[in-house]
């Protein structure tokens, strides 16, 4: 099914970016000392050197071939491999991303548990409105906030814009670099997985073997990690998978907001270029991982429930 869905995936992207407005050599020589010296003969020769001189059949079945051989094609506009371009800023994008997903999923579930404990406390209260604020509240929204009441109003010593991997550079200041750009990216998929797992813990606690395990007089301590957090994760292991789209979706903007030179900036200006080879590698790249994720939350069902596996 992965291998289906990333097949439909190149093939929207690829035959819906033909529906764009605007050509992309156009774009390209215009942005070359105005376009004024470039002759008719040079557009024919740009373009049979990107393949658009095809058909949009075979320009596809030509991508596909490449990308079987490790060729995801050449920027229109910088003239450099896409694949170069992916492997330099999909580090960035992975390690942001995958700090965001790990960071919400274990907040997530530490909060909806006590929140569900803990039903009709306070506690249950605040966490239950923080998850709705959380919900509707966008990325950009979330990263412009933080930027005004930490660092303009409170003058938070924290870097606004730019990044670098740790092992590139100092690694405090990497740390410091990536606390923005997470809270932004972990916010939704945070109040999503606190909300599921307060749901599931409460439907859970209604079991027969919960309730024995009470009447046996078992600490709650035992009760709930033996018990009720296990079996309790499956149905949030789902919002996980959904999360990590939420995530690299909302790097896109993330990045863009905090100069994060990852594959969201990337494709932004591949967009703004009408740079169709770049999207389309960036594209499948991102729907290769989170399909990736999704396949490895699909196996840790068997581990989580046995019933799943022997079934």
Not at 175 to 201: D, F, K, N, Y
Request: glycine residues 10%.
């Amino acid at each position: 099914m992965g291998v289906l869905v990333l097949f439909l995936v190149s093939l929207i992207v690829f035959f819906s970016l033909r529906l764009m407005p605007g050509d992309p050599v156009l774009i390209y020589v215009a942005g070359q000392q105005g376009g004024s010296s470039v002759t008719p003969e040079m557009l024919v020769e740009l373009r049979h050197e990107y393949g658009l001189d095809k058909s949009i059949p075979v320009q596809y079945a030509n991508w596909v071939k490449g990308i079987f051989h490790g060729d995801l094609g050449n920027s229109i506009r910088s003239h450099e491999p896409v694949a170069k371009s992916i492997r330099r800023s999909i580090p960035i994008t992975l390690v942001l991303g995958f700090s965001a997903l790990i960071i919400s999923t274990i907040l997530g579930v530490f909060l909806g548990l006590v929140a569900a404990i803990r039903r009709g406390s306070w506690i249950d209260t605040v966490v239950t409105l923080l998850s709705y604020i959380g919900l509707v509240i966008p990325v950009f929204v979330v990263a412009y906030l933080l930027i005004y009441v930490l660092i303009l109003k409170h003058h938070v010593g924290l870097p606004v814009t730019g990044y670098h991997l740790p092992w590139t550079g100092s690694f405090k200041s990497s740390l410091l670099e990536s606390i923005l750009p997470i809270i932004c990216l972990g916010t939704v998929p945070i109040a999503i997985t606190a909300r599921q797992m307060r749901s599931s813990v409460l439907e859970v606690n209604n079991m027969d073997y919960v309730r024995t395990a009470w009447s046996k007089g078992l600490r709650e301590r035992t009760i709930v990690t033996r018990h009720v957090l296990k079996n309790s994760l499956i149905p949030v292991l789902t919002m996980v998978g959904m999360g990590i789209s939420m995530i690299f979706g909302g790097s896109v903007i993330e990045e863009t907001i905090f100069a994060i030179p990852g594959m969201g900036q990337l494709l932004v200006k591949a967009v703004l270029n009408r740079d169709y080879v770049v999207i389309q590698g960036c594209t499948l790249i991102l729907a290769a991982i989170i399909v990736f994720v999704n396949l490895i939350v699909d196996i840790s069902y068997g581990w989580l429930d046995p019933r799943i596996r022997y079934g």
